[in-house]
């Protein structure tokens, strides 16, 4: 049997190259967004007995998405592909002993785009960042912050090509 440490090594070298990999960062696939959705899912359940919530993350980059003055659209998952969200999926290997995860943590646009042929919706890939790494039981907080980088991330490069309104004369 493989002890703890010899299966997560092996899972960091697994994911090595995930982690050298950065995406290209497109702040064009963000032009014209008039706001966006949000899907959060867990890949592994372990994870959310150990406290990484689905509802805590989602309302963690709906907070920082609306501090930022963009706006969040509250659909349901059903109608979430009629519209551009944003796309948090979070997996995790735990180790036999319980002490600490292998995480792959995926932050992506989906932006909605109407087919001419038949003016069907589509989805496509924009804007996206990934973050993978072995992170002890009693710090998976550290989840938390990874993503509200990413959305600080996100907010920046939206308002980069769509800011907001100003405020009309004499309004505050």
């Known amino acids: 049997m493989l002890g703890s440490g010899v299966l997560l090594g092996a899972c960091l070298l697994w994911l090595g190259p995930l982690c050298a990999?950065?995406?290209?960062?497109?702040p064009e696939s963000l032009r014209g967004l008039q706001g966006v959705g949000i899907r959060v899912r867990l890949l592994q359940p372990l994870l959310e007995k150990d406290g990484v919530e689905p509802g805590a993350l989602y309302e963690a980059v709906a907070r920082r998405l609306r501090e930022?003055?963009?706006?969040?659209?509250d659909l349901p998952e059903t109608e979430l592909g009629k519209a551009s969200f944003?796309?948090?999926?979070v997996a995790g290997?735990?180790?036999?002993q319980n002490a600490a995860y292998v995480i792959d943590l995926g932050f992506k646009l989906r932006r909605v785009q109407l087919v001419d042929r038949d003016r069907s919706a589509a989805t496509a890939s924009g804007?996206?960042?990934r973050w993978s790494g072995i992170i002890p039981v009693y710090r998976l907080r550290e989840v938390h912050e990874h993503l509200t980088n990413f959305t600080a991330e996100f907010a920046s490069?939206?308002?980069?090509?769509n800011p907001p309104p100003k405020p009309a004369a004499g309004k505050e």
Do not use: F, G, K, M
């Not at 990999?21 to 497109?26: M, R």
């Open 21 to 26: 990999q950065e995406p290209a960062i497109s």
């Open 68 to 73: 930022a003055r963009i706006e969040v659209l």
């Open 86 to 89: 944003l796309e948090v999926i």
């Open 93 to 96: 290997v735990n180790d036999p």
């Open 127 to 129: 804007w996206e960042r």
């Open 157 to 161: 490069a939206y308002l980069a090509v």
